[in-house]
DNA sequence: ATCCAAATATTGGCATGCCAATTTAATATT
DNA sequence: AATATTAAATTGGCATGCCAATATTTGGAT
């Protein structure tokens, strides 16, 4: 695996401490005698510990130890780069829709005319999928500026981008572009704006959650087919 | 400061770079060169590496050198870094109860337990400051884990942890430890605690948005009585 | 017996030095 | 001259050893 010696160390201090009961605020076990536990010499496991500060996992007092500051970093590989399409799915669902219903209260005329431009975007202009994926993304995006507030259209930035850093995402996009799922969304955005239009905060969350409901389902069914390379992604189905 | 010498490092290198035009991909300057740029051992500029490694800002390669992988960690103050405590409490609050939601529908026996264990640790351990954050952190992170959605921990943490990069916040928190709001707040816990327990997803999330909102509520109060100081951090008041 | 201070032990901080992987330069081979 | 081979230099990996901060024990004074 080639990986540096540091983390594997590292990997395997989690798991003593998740194996033994360490409580908050608890005295972890010294570097000389994790050195010793691991064969290996004090430096490694010292950047080991390194490791495990800048997670925030611990916290190192120089005459005194170390301390178990957080127990959350413990399970592994907390990466969020190769998170599957689904759980990713079930984030957005969860946070658009709140950001829908919050817009609902708050948005203007301008921002609804906006909208209304997007949307006969995606009515009209069909003609290449990147056209199409743009249209996508300001659409939800827009919405997210439109609640006003910098740290939720941040939020939602960064959620939507997660997409592109995922190579399984490609792979289920390029079947979506085959087949016209667009006209089903295309009919939910337009639900949702109905709603925003109206002002209804549990409407636009409503229609916002069942729009990323029904995207869900699609790559549910899509993945279905192709069902071998989509194994161990499927562990984060939808759960409701 | 009392800071362990190898962040500081870090942050010195982090600066370096930023000064430099290093580009995506770019080798950066020796362990050895950076040793001698600052006077310090390799062994030092090593542990320093490891946390910009950590951090994901660069990629170590034995036997090559060190490469430049990604400039955004980079910046200090990200757009969204200087938004105002209101502004993030009112984001935090549509997305926390959102998630508590969420979490109530999948919390296990387990992450119930760890959740009063924090809350226990809350009750009697209001020694420091830092201890009752840590605590405080801890709650609402594990709220997220319980989702079992990496993406949903990994958007609250970051939300979470946009406090800390803003001044403004430091101020308010330091009036909020000499009253004695932390009894509100952990009965404010205690309340979601119940509902999580209840397994009941629209009371979790109608109880941690109460939370948030007598958090906003306390911080306008306690910003108000020293207007002068938060000056352009009201234009994002709740706006419900 | 209690308390305080000094001695001792424990623990993390850090520098030095040698090893291994990789890259680069030199040299041989065609 | 081009290419393959080998030697040298570069660079990170890691262990050892001593230093400094903290914690613990000891012993004497009251």
New binding site residues.
Partial sequence: MAE???REIGENIKQEIAKSSLKIGDK?P???VYAELFG?????V?EAFIMLEIEELIE???????YLKNTLSLKTSNKVSDVGPFELLQARQEIESSIAACAAKVITKQDLQKLQDILDIESAELETVEKANSADRDFHLSIAQSTQNIVLLDTATRLWDMRDGNPMWKKLHARIQDTSYHDQWLEDHKKVLLQLRKRNPEGARQAMWQHLENVKQTLFKLSDTDAPDFDGYLFAQPHS
Same sequence: chains 1, 2.
């Avoid at 290996?40 to 490694?44: A, G, M």
């Avoid at 190192?60 to 130890?65: D, E, L, P, Q, Y």
């Fill in positions: 540096r010696l540091y972890l010294t570097e000389r290996v010499s004090r430096t490694l010292r190192v007092k120089k005459g005194s130890g170390s």
